[in-house]
């Protein structure tokens, strides 16, 4: 899969308000540039805790659950783009499908 905003992942790891889940999401990038996902149960194998919303839009759970990544992604395409990174209880207070 290719992250095609991965300049947003360079923006998260250098932000100081981002020290703990660094190492996290590094790891995560790694792993997902080494996918080829066709389809979300392909994901949820590799994911369990990955929770699929409609339109392709995926949640990451990173740093323990701490924090959470969203996600949309084009599994024809191969291409994953970043929406939106923030600490769990940040994630409540908004609409992950809205976004």
């Known amino acids: 899969m290719q992250i095609i905003n991965k300049d947003v992942v360079e923006e998260l790891i250098n ?7 660094k190492p996290h999401l590094l790891s995560w990038v790694n792993e997902v540039e080494s996918e080829d996902w066709n389809n979300p149960n392909e994901l949820k194998a590799k994911y369990g805790n990955a929770s699929i919303l409609k339109s392709g839009r995926v949640i990451f759970n ?3 659950n ?3 990544l969203v996600v949309d992604i084009n599994y024809k ?4 783009y970043i929406k939106w990174f923030g ?6 207070e908004i609409d992950a499908n809205a976004l």
């Open 15 to 21: 932000n100081p308000l981002y020290k703990k889940p």
């Open 62 to 64: 990173v740093c323990g």
């Open 66 to 68: 701490k924090f959470r």
């Open 77 to 80: 395409l191969k291409v994953i």
């Open 87 to 92: 600490t769990h209880a940040e994630y409540d």
